[in-house]
């Protein structure tokens, strides 16, 4: 699909995307940068991360962060604001889900190994990243910050406990910031995806040899536009809450899920 992105002035702007070597956050990166915003790609992928950077030009740096890791998170809010002056958007975008068949199995068998790194990178992720944002956004006394969470946190996907629970929880953490910062200036908002075409569900789902293939057509056939969405229509609801535009809101989830949700409770 070809669309324009929404345009937006975020000149003068510094943003933190986490997760943003590639999929979705890329493209978040990628918006925000091309509507004038400073942008820090931060990823574990080193090396992806870099090249993505790289390929933004001189509006992106590259800072590598576990965002599972409190002290590289702090690190990296710490890095940016020494290297670029403040910090004006954050978003939470770093998280994982499992693809593995033996993790897709209900409540009563779900691995507890699995649980413990969903709720670190996910959930606990997401906490450090806001903290540390919230910190520095306190003293300026002004600051976005957006948390990517999943229709998986609106509505119980079955067979993965960990990422509903998880994403779940970020929306809930995301309203209680913007009722205790939102007098301080702060806004803080969340992202609710649907299914989106990226690299990874591309191969998961969307490919020929896609191993959650079938699946992948009963979701489509849920969605009343009729497609999975683009990682650039995500990217457009991010870049919409970083600006001004969006000035008066605060504790909101931006569902962009195609419709999905609203037609979920017909089959599952």
């Given at each position: 699909m070809n669309q324009k992105n929404a345009q937006y002035n975020l000149k003068d702007k510094i943003a933190i995307v986490t997760g943003s070597a590639g999929g979705i956050g890329k493209a978040i990166a990628a918006n925000l940068a091309a509507n004038g915003a400073a942008v820090v790609i931060s990823d574990v992928q080193?090396?992806?991360?870099?090249?993505?950077?790289?390929?933004?030009?001189?509006?992106?740096?590259?800072?590598?962060?576990?965002?599972?890791?409190?002290?590289?998170?702090?690190?990296?809010?710490?890095?940016?604001?020494?290297?670029?002056?403040?910090?004006?958007?954050?978003?939470?975008?770093?998280?994982?889900?499992?693809?593995?068949?033996?993790?897709?199995?209900?409540?009563?068998?779900?691995?507890?190994?699995?649980?413990?790194?969903?709720?670190?990178?996910?959930?606990?992720?997401?906490?450090?990243?806001?903290?540390?944002?919230?910190?520095?956004?306190?003293?300026?006394?002004?600051?976005?910050?957006?948390?990517?969470?999943?229709?998986?946190?609106?509505?119980?996907?079955?067979?993965?406990?960990?990422?509903?629970?998880?994403?779940?929880?970020?929306?809930?953490?995301?309203?209680?910031?913007?009722?205790?910062?939102?007098?301080?200036?702060?806004?803080?908002?969340?992202?609710?995806?649907?299914?989106?075409?990226?690299?990874g569900t591309r191969k998961l789902f969307y490919g020929e040899s896609g191993s959650f293939q079938e699946q992948a057509e009963r979701v489509v056939s849920f969605i009343p536009q009729g497609r999975p969405g683009e990682a650039e229509e995500i990217a457009d609801a991010v870049t919409f809450l970083a600006s001004d535009a969006a000035s008066y809101i605060n504790g909101h989830n931006i569902v962009v899920d195609g419709g999905w949700t609203c037609g979920f409770n017909r089959d599952f």
């Amino acid at each position: 699909m070809n669309q324009k992105n929404a345009q937006y002035n975020l000149k003068d702007k510094i943003a933190i995307v986490t997760g943003s070597a590639g999929g979705i956050g890329k493209a978040i990166a990628a918006n925000l940068a091309a509507n004038g915003a400073a942008v820090v790609i931060s990823d574990v992928q080193v090396e992806k991360g870099q090249k993505t950077a790289q390929e933004l030009g001189g509006n992106a740096i590259f800072v590598p962060c576990d965002v599972s890791d409190c002290e590289q998170v702090w690190s990296l809010v710490s890095t940016t604001v020494d290297r670029l002056g403040r910090l004006d958007v954050m978003v939470n975008n770093a998280g994982i889900n499992s693809s593995r068949p033996e993790d897709r199995v209900t409540f009563d068998r779900y691995p507890d190994e699995t649980w413990r790194k969903m709720i670190d990178v996910d959930l606990n992720g997401t906490f450090y990243c806001c903290k540390a944002a919230a910190q520095v956004m306190l003293e300026q006394k002004s600051g976005s910050i957006i948390n990517i969470s999943s229709v998986a946190g609106v509505v119980a996907l079955r067979l993965q406990i960990g990422f509903v629970a998880a994403k779940a929880a970020i929306l809930k953490i995301t309203e209680a910031m913007a009722c205790e910062l939102g007098p301080k200036g702060l806004r803080i908002n969340a992202v609710s995806p649907g299914s989106t075409l990226t690299e990874g569900t591309r191969k998961l789902f969307y490919g020929e040899s896609g191993s959650f293939q079938e699946q992948a057509e009963r979701v489509v056939s849920f969605i009343p536009q009729g497609r999975p969405g683009e990682a650039e229509e995500i990217a457009d609801a991010v870049t919409f809450l970083a600006s001004d535009a969006a000035s008066y809101i605060n504790g909101h989830n931006i569902v962009v899920d195609g419709g999905w949700t609203c037609g979920f409770n017909r089959d599952f």
